[in-house]
């Protein structure tokens, strides 16, 4: 008895960490600018759209978990693979840092080599 309630909850969760998963890489692909797809030799907005939109209306309506393992994995290339290429070409990619700093700058400020 208690084990049925683990595995639901457990499915429950696993559910919920798919769809989440899916709708970042939705809105991620959404925010990226259709320029900066072509920029950066990926496929298309629109296609990365269709993908990702799929995956997500198989999230909410047809959880079936073959899938949404496919739609998974649809998900993870585009945020392993097309997003960084985005962000970088997008001018994103700072390393984490904000403000566009120098690549001798440490988190006080420039480094001087202890000038």
Sequence with gaps: MLRDGFDSI????VGLVFLGFAVAAFVFAAMAREDA????EKQTKKFWLIL???NLVVNLLLPMLFLQIAGLI???VFMVDVRPALRAISGG???GRRGGGSSSD?????YNGGR
């Design 10 to 13: 457990l499915w429950l969760v």
């Design 37 to 40: 797809y072509r920029a950066a």
């Design 52 to 54: 990702l939109g799929i």
């Design 74 to 76: 649809a998900a993870i």
């Design 93 to 95: 990619g700072g390393g």
């Design 106 to 110: 440490g988190p006080y400020g420039p």
